[in-house]
C-alpha cells in the first residue's frame, strides 16, 4: 500500500496452495492488491517478505531471479541470502517492523490501513508481544501504530480470539493425540492433525498454526512439535522450545529454519518417518 501511495503498480502475492487469505486476515485493507502467483506478470522489482530462504517462496523464486532487482527482507537467525539484494536482521522480532522502516525510508506516511497491517504482522510474529524477543523498541513501534487510530483490540480478536466450532473440535483432537515422550534429555509434546481430521471439521490448512500454541502450554514439555499435514499430503512441522533447546538449529538442519524457541520444516508423505527425524535431531 505504501508503495501504491507512490503510483507504483504493485501485485502482492504468496505461493500457497490454494490462493487463499487465512480467515483471521480477511479484515486487512489492500487486499484488492493480492493476485494468485501465477497472475504475476513479469515485474521489474520483487520484493519477499519474511522468508528465511529461497525454497520457502516457491514457484515466486524464478519470478524473482528473472527481475531486474530482486529484494529479500527477513528477520530469521536461520536466514540464507538468495536474493540480488539481502535485508536480515535476526535482532528485530519482527519483519513487519523492517517493513516499516523500509515505509519511513520512501517517506510515505503512515496510514491507519498501513498501520493495521503492520500491527497485524509485529503483534502474530510475537505472540501478542508475549514473546521473549519483544523488545522496548517494538512496543515503541506498536504504540506508534496505535496512535493512527487503528482498532487494535478489534483486530486482536478477530486474529487471535476467533474460532469456528470446527477448529475448536479440531483442537479438541488435537489435545487428545497428545503424547510426552523424553529425548536427549528433555520432554518433548507431539500433537497430530492430519487431512481427514482437517476434513471433517471443515478446517483449512492455513488455520492449524496456531494449535501449536496449545501445544506450547503442557507444564511438563521442554519443546511442543505439531504435525499437520497439508492438502499435498506433506507432514510439515512446527515446534517451540522454552528456550532449553535452540529449535531453530534443529530444524535448519532438516531443511527448514526459524529463531531459537519458534521454529519448523517440511517433512514427507510419513508422519512417522517425518517425526523420527525431528527426534533423532533432538537427541
Known sequence: MALHTL????????????????????????????????????????????????DRIGRLLPVGQAARTFIAVDHHASFVPFAGINVADAD?????????????????DLTADIAACLY?????????????????????????????????AGLARTMFDTKSMGFLALQAEAINSLELMQVGGRWVAVARIGIAERERHGVAFTAVESLIDVVRTVDEADIAVVLKQDDTGVWRVSTRSNGAVDVGAVCTSLGGGGHRMAAGFTGSHDADATLASLLVALA
Open 120 to 152: 497485524a504482522a509485529i503483534s502474530s510474529d510475537t505472540g501478542s508481544f508475549r514473546y521473549a524477543a519483544t523488545t522496548p523498541d517494538t512496543l515503541r513501534v506498536a504504540a506508534r501504530l496505535m496512535e493512527t487510530g487503528i482498532d487494535f
Open 7 to 54: 503510483d507504483r503498480d504493485v501485485q502482492v502475492t504468496f505461493p500457497d496452495e490454494p490462493f487463499e487469505v487465512p480467515a483471521g486476515l480477511r479484515f486487512l485493507p489492500g487486499q484488492d492488491l493480492a493476485v494468485a502467483p501465477e497472475s504475476v506478470s513479469a515485474p521489474d522489482v520483487v520484493i519477499s517478505m519474511d522468508a528465511s530462504s529461497g
Open 92 to 108: 528485530v522480532p519482527a519483519t513487519g517492523i523492517l517493513a516499516l522502516e523500509l515505509i519511513d525510508e520512501l517517506g510515505v
